[in-house]
């Protein structure tokens, strides 16, 4: 608490110096600098945590003045560097040799700088050891490499390094936060409702996986996996040889800023193409992958503009991704199809469903209530939609509804913000829900298709067959002990619930046995040529049918 008050009296100095007052009661400060450079120099000075705040701001126009947003956009990857002696000094402590014998050359002048970490470029020669896929990417002028395709004089990275001594200021700052929440959920009438104390946990795993650029480095590689090849995204190739910790090395892509809008004009770019890619990427990534960048500001994102009507993205910082469980997935994709056709009764018969709000609730009032809020701005492009009002109408209904925030999906709501915020910066009249529906009705018939459901057995018959005998075997060592019986059942009720619960156990390991057999034998006949087959089946098909039948015939 002495630390969390220290900080806060830190933030109440900063306030006052850069006369920030004003955001809030509206008289101008006596000071001679715009406002929205006040606030930002201001966010800079208390660290990554308010940085990453006024990032997520400057996302948002419709919500700040156009004169503020632009200035918070500077947060994206202008924030003052640190001396590049120190950034050498860390390379090389992390990974092991000087400079001079890692790199064909290194820049000291950093080609941005962020909140958590600055970027450098340089030269490396590689031999054969790189870890990675290959793949072209049309267009985009430094191609990814492999230790077969290197080129002869090296390839450009990039080396991102963690700011020093910041750990120490973000732990400072979440022990403030964890602080006002815990204040908030025990006094503030609707804290329980809220859960800031679960909010601020998530938000710190979030903030301390970014400090670990092993993680980061992961990440790129999995929405590397998952990208590769696709129109859409590029991500770039990891150097795990050149990446510890405390440094990152990624292949360097060469692009342009999401916000260089007036040069994509001149160039003629489809901003409707941009835009739309950019909901179906958010989308794919959410409900196809499970794996979602979760930090989607400008300042993360180039531009390939080589074919102007078709441009793609080139993605830059991975230290932010996102998942949900698969019960989540599934109501989220569920609430989105259910917001698409207009079925708000759906909607709230989700929510009790899911508990996010009380079991209790009536589901027409709740209906009623949602379709109040959604019918005036469905079909309209984003230009025309005040997000702003939306959202506080939202906040409104789950209020009067005691709706249950969730903690695990703040992530994904940012995220969403974002993207609809990086959309109306691209193409005003883009129709979010027109784009993303049909990719949410195609993700939902894949899920309920019969070879999903093929696959999800087969992927759990291994643990089915391991599980169910021990079930059974706890279950008679219960009744053994009277345990859930209440002590009364009678020595012969008790030798005819064993026989029958062995019985029982028999059957299931058969029926297990003749459904694994089925499956092999299934799988054996489309992996044989049909030289190999007979009388229409492979010979190993007809041997696995025979004893499928038999396990079938133990189980009757």
């Known amino acids: 608490m002495i630390v969390a008050s220290a900080r806060l009296w830190r933030i109440y100095a900063v306030i006052r110096r850069y006369r920030l007052q004003e955001f809030w009661n509206g008289r101008p400060a006596n000071d001679p600098r715009p406002r929205g450079e006040r606030l930002r120099l201001a966010l800079q000075e208390l660290g990554t945590v308010f940085i990453k705040f006024g990032q997520a701001l400057s996302t948002r126009p419709d919500v700040l003045p156009p004169d503020v947003a632009m200035e918070l956009a500077k947060l994206q990857d202008q924030v003052p560097p640190f001396a590049s002696a120190e950034a050498r000094r860390l390379i090389e402590a992390e990974l092991g040799k000087p400079i001079a014998e890692l790199f064909e050359r290194f820049d000291d002048e950093p080609l941005a700088s962020a909140s958590v970490a600055q970027v450098h470029t340089a030269r490396i020669a590689l031999h054969p050891v790189q870890n990675g896929h290959a793949g072209s990417r049309p267009g985009v002028q430094q191609q990814s490499a492999s230790a077969t395709s290197i080129p002869a004089e090296g390839i450009e990275v990039c080396v991102k390094v963690i700011r020093p001594g910041i750990e120490a200021t973000i732990a400072k700052d979440m022990a403030l936060l964890r602080a006002l929440a815990g204040l908030v959920e025990r006094l503030h009438p609707e804290g329980h409702r809220l859960c800031p104390v679960a909010i601020?946990?998530?938000?710190?795993?979030?903030?301390?996986?970014?400090?670990?650029?092993?993680?980061?480095g992961a990440n790129a590689a999995q929405l590397r996996r998952n990208w590769l090849g696709s129109e859409l995204i590029y991500h770039p190739l990891v150097f795990w040889d050149y990446t510890r910790t405390k440094v990152l090395t990624l292949e360097r892509l060469y692009g342009h800023s999401v916000r260089e809008l007036e040069h994509f004009r001149t160039q003629g770019v489809d901003f409707s193409v941009l835009a739309e890619r950019g909901v179906e990427i958010f989308f794919k990534q959410v409900f196809r992958d499970n794996f979602f960048h979760a930090d989607m500001h400008p300042g993360n994102i180039f531009v390939d503009i080589?074919?102007?009507?078709?441009?793609?993205?080139?993605a830059l910082d991975f230290g932010i991704v996102g998942q949900l469980t698969g019960q989540d997935q599934r109501y989220l994709a569920e609430n989105f199809l259910a917001f698409f056709n207009r079925d708000y009764k759906r909607i709230a018969e989700l929510h009790v469903e899911s508990g996010w709000i009380p079991e209790g609730t009536r589901v027409e009032d709740f209906e009623s209530a949602i379709r109040t809020v959604c019918e005036p701005i469905f079909g309209k492009p984003i230009k025309d939609i005040s997000f702003g009002y939306f959202l506080l109408r939202l906040f409104q209904i789950a209020r009067r509804f005691k709706y249950q925030v969730q903690p695990q999906l703040v992530l994904l709501q940012k995220t969403l913000l974002q993207v609809e915020g990086l959309g109306r910066q691209l193409y005003p009249d883009l129709d979010?829900?027109?784009?993303?529906?049909?990719?949410?009705?195609?993700?939902?018939?894949?899920?309920?298709?019969p070879?999903?459901?093929?696959?999800?057995?087969?992927?759990?018959?291994?643990?089915?067959?391991?599980?169910?005998?021990?079930?059974a075997e706890n279950a008679l060592k219960r009744l053994e002990r009277g345990e859930s019986l209440g002590g009364g059942v009678s020595n012969r009720e008790f030798a005819a619930l064993r026989r029958e619960l062995l019985a029982s156990q028999r059957q299931t390991r058969a029926l297990l046995w003749a459904v694994g057999a089925l499956i092999a034998a299934v799988l054996l006949y489309g992996a044989t040529?049909?030289?190999q087959h007979l009388w229409g089946l492979p010979w190993g098909s007809w041997l696995l049918g025979g004893l499928a039948l038999l396990g079938l015939w133990r189980a009757r």
Request: proline share 9%.
């Open 529 to 531: 040529p049909s030289s």
């Open 432 to 449: 979010l829900w027109k784009t993303a529906k049909p990719i949410m009705e195609d993700w939902m018939r894949k899920r309920l298709a």
């Open 451 to 471: 070879s999903t459901a093929f696959n999800r057995l087969k992927s759990q018959a291994p643990a089915l067959a391991e599980t169910l005998p021990l079930l």
């Open 306 to 314: 080589s074919n102007p009507r078709r441009p793609s993205y080139l």
């Open 200 to 216: 601020v946990g998530e938000y710190e795993k979030t903030v301390y996986d970014e400090l670990d650029l092993m993680r980061e």
